[in-house]
């Protein structure tokens, strides 16, 4: 398994399916189970983390008088 920092939200969204489908199934094994639900809840945080970070960015577009956007300041904290 990849490191779940390194994926992108798309990935990391791809895996927790992944892993929920698995769970559901009831087939994996106490100790598998678990194993699961870990990388599942550490998954679930990592993408809301990277959509915060996303709305973040769209909320710090700047727009140019006309209204077109001309570029993004960065969020505090980023």
């Known amino acids: 398994m990849s490191d779940i920092k390194t ?14 489908g698995k769970l559901e199934t009831g087939e994996a094994t106490l100790e598998d189970s678990i194993a ?8 679930r945080a990592h993408c809301e983390a990277r959509l915060r970070e996303a709305e973040e960015r769209v909320e710090k577009i700047t727009l140019a008088a006309s209204g077109q956007p001309v570029g993004t300041e960065p969020a505090e904290g980023l």
């Not at 994926?7 to 929920?20: D, N, P």
């Open 7 to 20: 994926l992108s939200f798309e990935e990391a969204m791809r895996e927790l399916e992944a892993t929920v």
């Open 36 to 43: 699961l639900y870990e990388r599942g809840a550490a998954l």
